[in-house]
Structure formats: structure tokens, C-alpha cells
């Protein structure tokens, strides 16, 4: 007598379909919101330049001499948002119209968020350039000493405004170890935004994020602290759909892209007569991933 098998009662078994979709993880989207918005400078053109403006020395005036007007050669830094990103996908007709699931609905959720991970990945770039300030050792937790350098470096400079700082989970984990490290577990947000989900705490008037895209490899990461307007972005064309239909392929092809620029601003030197710029507004946090 022949068995009855799985595969031979095949066509027996019933097919249930899922009420939902495996959706890709998604990581905390937030470096790019906390850089300060200066796309309303360019509203049209491909170059926003930013003269400096320095200091003047104060001299001694010696009677019935005649003072030395100070002639000072200034120069300006540049900023071109010049990144384009473009996600895009087809979906045919047969293809909608056989699926339980609204797919323009999911891949249009799916282009946002991987056009917005972009810019963060762009934005965390720019957070480990600060050679000159920088505190830490790389693959280990920050020790509030290293909050404390942070701090000094920042206020040396007398850089004003709100502080922020973006570290990753690892080191998110060795501040909940200090006593000095107030968590956030309730921030009044109720929108659910990444930015405000993403904010764990304060630390010397320091808010806190924390977001697993910056740069380094495990166990090595690295952060940044600085205050508002030292990292700026510009975007010229925020992400939007295009959709075109063709009637012979029976599918329709959706498009979504993007221009903007990231930026990070050196700041004047304040000695007198100088015409030098560096990075004063940040701190490079080397932390633990």
C-alpha cells in the first residue's frame, strides 16, 4: 500500500496567508535632525558661501600720533549640497493585483526610510574629523572624565547655545554605570518621533542620543559632541515620489530622491587680527560600539 505523504497530499493542505510582512529592522534615524537647518540660505543656486569675521586688536594710542587702521583679508568657507539619492522600484500590475498587501503603501515606508538612513549615514561621516579635540579611547565606555575634557574643550571656545552629543548603544550602556548621568525615560513626547526616541538623557547640560549608524568598527565608535549650528545641512530637494506607467509592461515605476548637503562649520579663531578658522564647536567622542 503507497504512503501518504506530505508531498502527496500537497494539494490537501490549505495556504494561510500572513496578516503581515517580516519587515527589515529599522535603525534610530537622528544625527541629521540635530543638525542645524540652513536650507531656507539657498533657496536657489548650488553654493551658500559664509564670509568670516574676525576680531580686531585693540592698540595703545599715543597722543599726537596718528592710529594705523587695521587691514584684515577675510576669507569664507563654502557649502554645496551636491548629494543626490535616488531609491526606486517597479511594481507590476499582476503582481498588485494577485497580493493581499498594499505594496505602494510599504515600499513607499520602505523609501523613506532608507533615503533618511542615508543622510545619517552622510551626517555621522562628519562627526570623526575633529583631531584636534577629541577625548576617549577607542573600544572603551566614556569615564566622566571624559565628559569633563568634552566640556572643557567647548567651553574654551565659550561656544554657546544647546549642547548635544550622539553616542552609540555600548557606550549609551556605560553611562547608565554614572551617578552623574540622568536617563530620560519619559521625555513628553507622544508622536513617537525618532528624534525623541532616540534622546536618553543629560549629562553636563549635554542631551544625549543615541544611534547604532555612527562611524567605526566594533568594538570602536565614534561620537561626537557639540553645540547647535557647528554641523548644518542643507537640503534642496526633499525626498518625493515620481511615478510613471507603462501600459505595455503593465507596471508602474516609482521613483523617490533627494538633494542636500552636510556640512560641519569652522569656527572664526577669537584672537585679534587672525584669519584662521578650526573646529571649536565639537568635541570627537572615541567610545565603545
Not at 496567508?17 to 540652513?38: G, M, Y
Not at 526610510?113 to 577607542?138: E, F, H, K, P
Not at 507622544?190 to 542620543?209: D, F, N, P, W
Amino acid at each position: 500500500m503507497a504512503a501518504i505523504t506530505a508531498t502527496t497530499a500537497d494539494v490537501d493542505f490549505d495556504e494561510s496567508w500572513s496578516t503581515e510582512l517580516n519587515d527589515a529592522i529599522k535603525l534610530d534615524v537622528v544625527i541629521a535632525d540635530l543638525f542645524e537647518d540652513w536650507t531656507s540660505r539657498l533657496p536657489q543656486g548650488n553654493t551658500y558661501p559664509l564670509p568670516d569675521s574676525h576680531n580686531m586688536t585693540a592698540n595703545a594710542k599715543a597722543a599726537g600720533t596718528d592710529a594705523t587702521p587695521e587691514a584684515i583679508t577675510e576669507g569664507e568657507q563654502t557649502f554645496a549640497p551636491s548629494t543626490h539619492q535616488i531609491v526606486a522600484r517597479t511594481i507590476e500590475n499582476f503582481v498588485e493585483v494577485q497580493s493581499k498587501y498594499d505594496l505602494r503603501k510599504d515600499f513607499t515606508d520602505k523609501a523613506s526610510y532608507s533615503l533618511a538612513r542615508a543622510m545619517d549615514v552622510a551626517a555621522a561621516a562628519l562627526l570623526d574629523d575633529n583631531t584636534a579635540q577629541t577625548v576617549g579611547i577607542l573600544g572603551s565606555e566614556l569615564s566622566f572624565s571624559n565628559w569633563l575634557g568634552a566640556r572643557k574643550f567647548i567651553r574654551d571656545s565659550a561656544i554657546k547655545g544647546k549642547l548635544v552629543a550622539v553616542i552609540p548603544p555600548g557606550t549609551y550602556n556605560g553611562l547608565l554605570k554614572q551617578d552623574q548621568f540622568t536617563n530620560s525615560l519619559y521625555n513628553g513626547d507622544t508622536e513617537g518621533m525618532a528624534i525623541r526616541e532616540a534622546q536618553v538623557g543629560v549629562i553636563l547640560k549635554t542631551t544625549v542620543y543615541e544611534s547604532q549608524l555612527l562611524t567605526g568598527t566594533a568594538p570602536n565608535a565614534y561620537g561626537a559632541v557639540w553645540g547647535m549650528g557647528h554641523y548644518v545641512k542643507i537640503i534642496q530637494k526633499q525626498p518625493k515620489v515620481d511615478t510613471w506607467y507603462s501600459p505595455l509592461a503593465k507596471s508602474w515605476v516609482a521613483a523617490w530622491d533627494q538633494i542636500y548637503g552636510v556640512f560641519e562649520v569652522q569656527e572664526a579663531d577669537e584672537a585679534a587680527a587672525v584669519t584662521t578658522r578650526a573646529r571649536l564647536g565639537s568635541v570627537r567622542l572615541e567610545c565603545y560600539k
